[in-house]
């Protein structure tokens, strides 16, 4: 990514514990026109823990919900993206929406198969808490299944709270207030 390209974007980079430069920047319209690609480079299990229901394929309402996040002043979508071969390839993003609750905010993370388990997840959830303090939200929040440990553990060490739905204990809700 060149340095006019990354101004441009307002593209930040983070190394991952392997050594591994990523970019991250806001998601553009035109990344939209890849979002099947990316969505095609999730498992099935992957599917299911970010969903929470199986989603064998991607719905023109989830398309439409990412899309309008882009003109929703208190939304944000970052991506993350790496460099092979002189081309950008996106493996991750981090949305941050609005909830009912005043000052309320909830992310959710996706990351592709292949770059799971190297530190994108944690660089993702950091930079979702840094986009909510942006839109100055006062607590973010996330449902994430009860099964999905190495979410809780990523949310565990970025200091969020945990609690098992006392409705459903399949899901449990991390949260983090947001301190100026």
Not at 68 to 92: N, P, S
């Amino acid at each position: 990514m060149n340095l006019l390209q990354r101004l441009r974007d307002h593209a930040r980079s983070a190394r991952l514990a392997d050594g591994t430069r990523v970019y991250l920047r806001p998601l553009r319209e035109a990344d939209l026109a890849h979002a099947q690609q990316y969505f095609d480079e999730l498992s099935e299990e992957t599917k299911y823990l970010r969903f929470m229901t199986p989603t064998p394929n991607l719905s023109a309402e989830t398309l439409a919900s990412v899309a309008g996040a882009l003109h929703e002043a208190r939304a944000g979508i970052t991506v993350a993206l790496v460099e092979h071969d002189g081309e950008q390839h996106l493996i991750g993003g981090a949305r941050v929406v609005p909830t009912e609750r005043r000052g309320c905010c909830e992310f959710a993370l996706s990351i592709v198969d292949a770059w799971q388990g190297r530190g994108l997840g944690q660089v993702l959830l950091r930079e979702a808490v840094r986009l909510a303090r942006r839109l100055r939200y006062h607590r973010i929040e996330g449902s994430v299944l009860t099964i999905n440990t190495k979410m809780l553990k990523v949310a565990q060490r970025l200091r969020f709270h945990l609690q098992v739905d006392p409705h459903d204990p399949s899901v449990t809700t991390v949260s983090r207030a947001l301190l100026p």
